[in-house]
Structures are given as structure tokens and as C-alpha cells.
């Protein structure tokens, strides 16, 4: 690009017979440039199916069976039962008597942890976003955007660090349970911890709204509640629904803070004060200790898998919510 | 000017953002029913008045506003109610916005913010606005589409009808026509000389002889400054300043 840059200068300098051959010879270099770019572009995919391939493959003995041999000419097939692994809340992988391969409370646990961050997280986090875009004057937005950003740079085993030190107990001298590490403690970490995201994508959104439409909203004589509601968030709709989702993303992907702060054991929850387990967390506790290809090390991959398929869904929602708007307001 | 009664008032008013000056010392009456055309190259400060009359300027952060701006006698710097004033204002601004919600509701939103909520009485209304900006013949069909779908001059016509919808009693029009074809330009044009009966237009424009078709009286602003105020026809033929000769006869710069 440097190079090209200078180019550039040159053609503007030099006299024609120069200007002609630099022209010829940018020309030339195009095809190489465009070459390039396109590696850029395709590197990403390559990137992104080497590992789905890695993971994939990785976790398809736990369902083909793995064959031991235990003595001569005598092989055990252990295999991963499919319907105990998607329906049973038991997970005693470790158990040498009769393990268990269930991941219906981890995915439980996910779920309730990142839905519960959400429910916290989207309000806070769009306010903040309307709040630093709309209101706040000049030096404010600065200062708030820079402190935003840094908020985001903390690492996740810090947020955990809070979570067990000053939230298990506020938790547990506010609600009386025995131990604060729970769905609550981790799912206000977990917003505390997406917040930031949500609120840097939505307020680039709104920024990116034209100033017309405000001035517009406005001289229709709408409030400035009713223009950013009527007009600022349907503009913005796209970006305000990527920054949800990738806070989203974030819950569901996060691991270290959430391997502190739910209590970390296997259980279907009833309540918010509930200890749970989350399958990143599970992943991260148990891959270090697994034998490396037993029936445990593939099944933590196929856990994997189903990361992945989380993914896939919210991806894919996000594009069908996005479409469906679309297609909603074109009839 | 004449016997009317004038509608709104600047006394004296300098108008600046930050250390430089959009507006010097304007001192100029618009009287009632009337067409006020303004003319004047870029950067004259044509919009900037505008926007001082429903007072968007606020949004600019450091604009600062000396001097009166007054609406049938009362200061606009002293209304409580800045929504209410906006309400009574229409404003259409050169480069087109359509607001992202459906055509329809791009027009009816501010009447029925205003309480109409009778569903024949907005759709005579939307229909009724929508014909004045010459638009309905083409969207009539598709009302439910997002206003952001439409071509640029149909944007441009829906932001025209949505300023009407509210039934303002002074209209500005910033360039209006800098997007629209030049026949719907002229029908425009014809309903605006309708709407004087019912309300008071400010009409800034780069087309001088959209000056001179429309308006009934004409000031030339240039730099920041007014260089001259008086009846179009005044303007145009005779003008007292040599600037404002060489300005409508195409001799500036």
C-alpha cells in the first residue's frame, strides 16, 4: 500500500514519459494487490472451518465408539449414549464405577447465566449508549468513552476476582444463602462484563444515524424522547440488534468469570440463588485432566460442538430477525 | 414593508458558532401570507437563520444567538414549550429524510401526536398532504413502505408533505428543490402559492428565479451579512446595492 502510495506521488511529479511507465506499472501491480485482498478474505474462512473440522473430528469418536484394548485380543467399545448426553443433568465424568455424560444442567446453566446477564445488561447498556450519543455533552462523551473502552479491557479472571471477593459476600449478607456464588453473582458479572460491547456497537449505530434525521424528528415537533424512539432506534435498528447479540455471544462464549462466580456445580437450577455450571466452564475445568482419547476427552469436544451450534443459532436469528424487519416494512 | 402585519420579526440578531460569525446584525420583518424568498451564495448563513426561527440551532453546540427573534410578537428565546414552538413551524431541509417508519406514518405521526386519532380523518389528511407535495399519484399504492425506500426526489417531496401534516403556520424551505425533477419542481411551486393563503413561507433557494417567480419579497445575504431587503420586483430590476445587481443578474464572484 506504501508502496502504491508513492506511486502516486510520483505520477503526480514526474514528466509524462515517467508518469506513463509509473501508471503502466501500478496498473500492473493491480492484479497482485487484488490478489492479495482476496487471500485476506478467504484466509478468515480457511481459519474459521480448519477449527470447526478440528473440533469436529476431535469429538466424533465419543460418538462412533472407542475401541480399548483390555486384553488380548479382547476390545472394550466405549461409546457416548446420545440421548443421556442431550436429556440427563447428570455429569460424573470422572467416575470410575458408572460416569455419566449428561450436559442438560451445563446447558441449562449457560442459558439461565447468559439470559439472566441480558436481562441486566441490554437496558443498562442501550441507556448508556442513548444516554453518551444523545446527551452528553462534548467532554463527557470523551471521558465516558475512553472509561467505557477501559471497562471492556479488563480481564475476565478480574471480573471473577470481584465476583468471589466482593459479591459472594454482599450476596450472602443480603440474601442470607450460605454461598453467593450463583446465577445471581455471575449473571451480574457476566452484564457488567458485556455492557461495554453493547454499549460501544449501539452508540456507533446511533452516532451513524445522520444528524438530518434528528433535526427532521424534531422539527416535526417530536420530544427528544419520542425522536430517539421513533427515529433514532429504526435507524439504528441494525446495529443496536448486532450489539445486543454480540453481547449475547459474549455471555454464552465467556469462561473464566463464570467458572468463579456460579459455584461451579452440576445443577439443574430453581431459583436466581442457584449454583450452576456453564459448558465453557466445564471445558476449561476438565480438558487439562482428561486422559487425551478417552471417552471423557471427545465427549468435552462434542460439548464443544454444541458451543458451536449456540453460535450457528444466534447468528442465523440475528439474520432472520434482521430480514424479517426488513421484509415487514417492504410489503 | 406594508401595512401587514409582520409575522415574524429579527431585531438586530448576530448568530455565531464558536468565534466565527454565521449572521451580523439581521434586522428584517416577514410579514404574514407571504412568500419571503432569501438568496445569497453559500455560506451567506441562509440556513442558520433558519434554523434560528424553531430554534434546531440549540442542537449546534456552541452556536450562540444575540438580538430578538420574535413570532407574532413573542420572543422565541422565551417559549417554554420548544416543541410546541417546532410544531407550529414546518421545516424542510435541502437534502432529503425520509424518517424510518412507513410512508403513511411518516406524514401522519405528527397530527396524530397532535390528538388526531380518527383513522378516516388521518387518512384524508395524509392524502390531502401527500397531494399538495405531488407525491400521492406515486406512493398511493404502497403506503406502508419505509419512508427510506423512496427515491431521492420522493424522499425529498414526503419530507415536503410530512412538514404540511401538521398544519404550520410558518413553512421554511432550505433548497427545496435541489432534488426534484424540474416539472414536479414547477407544480410544486403552484401549490405553494396556494398554501400563502394559509400560512407564511420562508423560501430559501439557489435558484434565483425561483426567487423571483415566488416570492414577494427578496433579501440577498452574503457573508453573514444582509445586503438588501425589499419587494422582489425591487430586487431583481432595481436593486440599491451594486453586490445585489451582480448577484440576480449572474455577474458575481
Known amino acids: 500500500m506504501l508502496l502504491l502510495l508513492l506511486l502516486d506521488r510520483n505520477t503526480t511529479k514526474g514528466n509524462l514519459s515517467f508518469r506513463r511507465s509509473f501508471q503502466q506499472l501500478q496498473d500492473r501491480l493491480e492484479p497482485v494487490v487484488v490478489g492479495v485482498i482476496y487471500i485476506c478474505g478467504w484466509s478468515a474462512i480457511l481459519f474459521v472451518i480448519a477449527i470447526f473440522v478440528f473440533v469436529f473430528k476431535e469429538s466424533l469418536p465419543a460418538i462412533t465408539g472407542i475401541g480399548t484394548e483390555i486384553a488380548a485380543g479382547e476390545i472394550e467399545v466405549e461409546q457416548l449414549d446420545l440421548v443421556e448426553f442431550t436429556t440427563s443433568p447428570r455429569w460424573i465424568p470422572e467416575s470410575s464405577k458408572k460416569p455419566a455424560f449428561g450436559i442438560l444442567a451445563l446447558i441449562v446453566g449457560t442459558l439461565s447465566v447468559t439470559f439472566f446477564s441480558i436481562l441486566l445488561a441490554v437496558p443498562l447498556g442501550l441507556g448508556a449508549a442513548v444516554y453518551v450519543s444523545e446527551f452528553a455533552g462534548n467532554k463527557t462523551r470523551e471521558i465516558l468513552k475512553i472509561l467505557i473502552e477501559l471497562l471492556a479491557a479488563i480481564p475476565s479472571v478480574v471480573w471473577g476476582f470481584i465476583g468471589i471477593v466482593i459479591m459472594n459476600p454482599l450476596i450472602t449478607n443480603l440474601s442470607g444463602e450460605a454461598v453467593g456464588l450463583n446465577i445471581l453473582n455471575a449473571g451480574i458479572v457476566l452484564a457488567l462484563m458485556s455492557v461495554p460491547i453493547i454499549v460501544s456497537v449501539s452508540e456507533d449505530a446511533l452516532r451513524a444515524v445522520p444528524d438530518s434525521f434528528r433535526e427532521a424528528g424534531l422539527a416535526m415537533g417530536a420530544n427528544r424522547w419520542e425522536m430517539i424512539y421513533k427515529v433514532l432506534f429504526p435507524a439504528a435498528k441494525n446495529g443496536l440488534l448486532a450489539a445486543v447479540l454480540l453481547g449475547i455471544g459474549r455471555g454464552i462464549g465467556e469462561t473464566m468469570a463464570v467458572l468463579m462466580c456460579t459455584g461451579h456445580s452440576v445443577n439443574m437450577p430453581t431459583s436466581l440463588f442457584d449454583p450452576v455450571r456453564t459448558l465453557t466452564a466445564t471445558i476449561a475445568a476438565e480438558l487439562g485432566e482428561a486422559v487425551r482419547g478417552d471417552l471423557h476427552y471427545h465427549t468435552l469436544f462434542l460439548i464443544g460442538v454444541v458451543l458451536f451450534a449456540f453460535a450457528f443459532i444466534i447468528n442465523l436469528t440475528a439474520d432472520l430477525v434482521v430480514k424479517g424487519v426488513r421484509d415487514q416494512s417492504n410489503v | ?253
Not at chain 2, 424568498?37 to 440549540?58: C, D, F, H, Q, V
Not at chain 2, 410546541?84 to 413551524?89: C, E, M, S, V, W
Open chain 2, 1 to 253: 414593508m406594508t401595512t401587514q402585519t409582520s409575522h415574524i420579526e429579527f431585531q438586530d440578531v448576530t448568530i455565531s458558532y464558536g468565534k466565527e460569525i454565521a449572521l451580523r446584525d439581521i434586522s428584517l420583518a416577514i410579514p404574514e401570507h407571504t412568500i419571503f424568498g432569501i438568496i445569497g451564495p453559500a455560506n451567506a448563513g441562509k440556513t442558520t437563520l433558519l434554523k434560528s426561527i424553531n430554534r434546531t440551532l440549540e442542537f449546534e453546540p456552541n452556536a450562540k444567538t444575540v438580538g430578538k427573534i420574535l413570532v407574532h410578537g413573542t420572543d422565541v428565546s422565551h417559549i417554554k414549550n420548544v416543541y410546541a414552538l417546532r410544531r407550529r413551524i414546518g421545516m424542510v431541509f435541502p437534502l432529503p429524510v425520509g424518517l424510518p417508519m412507513s410512508v403513511y406514518e411518516n406524514v401522519a405521526y405528527a397530527p396524530r401526536r397532535a390528538g388526531i386519532h380518527d383513522r378516516q380523518e388521518l387518512d384524508e389528511l395524509v392524502k390531502h398532504c401527500l397531494k399538495q407535495s405531488m407525491l400521492w399519484d406515486e406512493v398511493k399504492d404502497r403506503l406502508t413502505l419505509l419512508g427510506t425506500k423512496l427515491s431521492g426526489g420522493q424522499q425529498q417531496r414526503l419530507t415536503i408533505a410530512r412538514a404540511l401534516s401538521h398544519k404550520p403556520e410558518i413553512l421554511c424551505l432550505d433548497e427545496f428543490s435541489i432534488a426534484i425533477d424540474p416539472v414536479t419542481t414547477m407544480k410544486i411551486e403552484d401549490v405553494l402559492l396556494e398554501l400563502k393563503k394559509e400560512m407564511t413561507i420562508i423560501l430559501v433557494t439557489n435558484l434565483v428565479q425561483q426567487a423571483r417567480r415566488l416570492a414577494d419579497h427578496t433579501a440577498f445575504f452574503n457573508k453573514s451579512e444582509m445586503i438588501e431587503v425589499g419587494p422582489t420586483e425591487k430586487i431583481f430590476s432595481n436593486p440599491e446595492q451594486q453586490l445585489t445587481h451582480d448577484y440576480v443578474t449572474g455577474d458575481f464572484g
